[in-house]
């Protein structure tokens, strides 16, 4: 099960931390993935962290976004700086991807949460 928290209502540069707690599996051994979506649109990959402690973002979110993750905790976290207007979405957590990480075909996903950016 994967629990998603840390959304709400903030405005143009500021920051959020998002949280994804997992349940059940060996979590220390999970690639985990954060994608994002707007009303009428795909899923839109953010980031991977991977078991092995690396990360991979999609380049329209490097150096504004960054993710970690607690092993300890079994939490995955988004940090996201400098938030837009465009940054406005519903922000889930994913876990074993099937085919490419980049492409929103995981098996298992959060409820999402959801951020909203005012200008």
């Known amino acids: 099960q994967l629990v998603e928290s840390g959304g709400g209502s903030v405005q143009a540069g500021d920051s959020l931390r998002l949280s994804c707690a997992v349940s059940g599996g060996s979590f220390s051994e999970l690639d985990m993935a954060w994608f994002r979506q707007t009303p009428g649109k795909e899923r839109e990959f953010v980031v991977i962290h991977t078991w092995r402690g690396r990360a991979y973002y999609a380049d329209s979110f490097k150096g504004r976004f960054t993710v970690s993750r607690d092993n300890l905790k079994n939490t995955v976290y988004l940090q996201m700086n400098r938030l837009r207007p465009e940054d406005t979405a519903a922000y889930y957590c994913?876990?074993?991807?099937?085919?490419?990480?980049?492409?929103?075909?995981?098996?298992?996903w959060g409820q999402g949460t959801q951020v909203t950016v005012s200008s």
């Open positions: 994913a876990v074993e991807p099937v085919g490419n990480y980049d492409s929103p075909n995981y098996r298992y």
